[in-house]
């Protein structure tokens, strides 16, 4: 592997791919497709589409291959570091000695909550690592809710439901964008003077929004988070949280 693509596609929605996204597959020696289990084989299939859109239906340069699992039993960051020591072994043997040019399709945009660029950084003999922007999943919650993602001079802050859950609101900001929160840590807030917007699926044909005072929505989003994730097997989402301005 002479040289690794990471492509952001989005949050789901093939018009998501930008022209400089199009160009990196076309011109790709090989496309990794990973799998993450029959519960998620719609993700597999959509980056399959998005190729097929892209190549008119020549799938012959995509590889599929079975994404590792992480260890959630053990500590958290040294599960985290053998996990991608587990998938830059998973890319280099998808790959090949053949293929020069290797690409991924990222979902969002590979700099934020994702870990491919550090996957990449173990791969040995290291490749030249290109990077396409995607829309990322803030970006699309905005959209869908039609809002601002920061009050005029103000700043925002992006963390995680496990960062909420231990450490509560940053004192740093009024508005507060929560990912990777697989058990609604906002139900440890207090809810006074706080709108959520929340989104899942964005982008793709199962998106649904909820916004509102938390007090009221906040039991409806953790309902119907749990329906969904029921229904489809998986769940992607994220919410926007801002505080009332005092005075």
């Known amino acids: 592997m002479r040289e690794l693509i990471l492509i952001g596609i989005g949050t789901g929605n093939p018009d998501h791919l930008t022209l400089q996204g199009a160009t990196a597959?076309?011109?790709?020696d090989l496309i990794l497709v990973p799998r993450k289990g029959a519960d998620k084989a719609d993700l597999a299939d959509l980056r399959r589409a998005i190729c097929a859109r892209v190549?008119?239906?020549?799938?012959?340069r995509i590889v599929e291959?079975?994404?590792?699992?992480?260890?959630?039993?053990?500590?958290?960051l040294a599960g985290v570091e053998a996990w991608h020591d587990a998938i830059a072994r998973a890319w280099g043997a998808a790959a090949g000695p053949a293929a020069e040019r290797?690409?991924?399709l990222?979902?969002?945009d590979p700099s934020l909550y994702d870990s491919s660029l550090r996957i990449a950084a173990r791969l040995s003999p290291p490749p030249k690592v290109s990077v396409v922007p995607?829309?990322?999943?803030?970006q699309a919650l905005c959209a869908a809710h039609g809002i601002p993602l920061n009050e005029i001079g103000a700043p925002f802050l992006v963390t995680t439901g496990r960062r909420l859950r231990d450490e509560g609101w940053p004192d740093c900001a009024g508005t507060l964008v929560v990912m990777l929160?697989?058990?609604c840590a906002f139900q440890t807030l207090d809810p006074t003077g706080v709108t959520i917007w929340w989104g899942a699926y964005l982008g793709m044909a199962e998106e649904v929004t909820v916004s509102g005072p938390m007090a009221e929505v906040g039991p409806k989003i953790v309902e119907m988070r749990a329906e969904a994730r029921a229904r489809h097997g998986w769940i992607m989402d994220i919410y926007l949280m801002?505080?009332?301005?005092e005075g």
């Not at 291959?65 to 958290?76: A, G, H, Q, V």
């Not at 801002?242 to 301005?245: G, H, K, L, Q, Y």
């Open 102 to 104: 290797v690409a991924l």
């Open 134 to 138: 995607g829309i990322t999943a803030l």
């Open 25 to 28: 597959i076309r011109t790709a």
């Open 106 to 108: 990222i979902w969002g």
């Open 55 to 60: 190549l008119g239906g020549d799938d012959a």
């Open 65 to 76: 291959f079975d994404l590792p699992k992480r260890d959630s039993e053990s500590d958290y």
């Open 181 to 183: 929160d697989g058990s």
């Open 242 to 245: 801002r505080r009332a301005t």
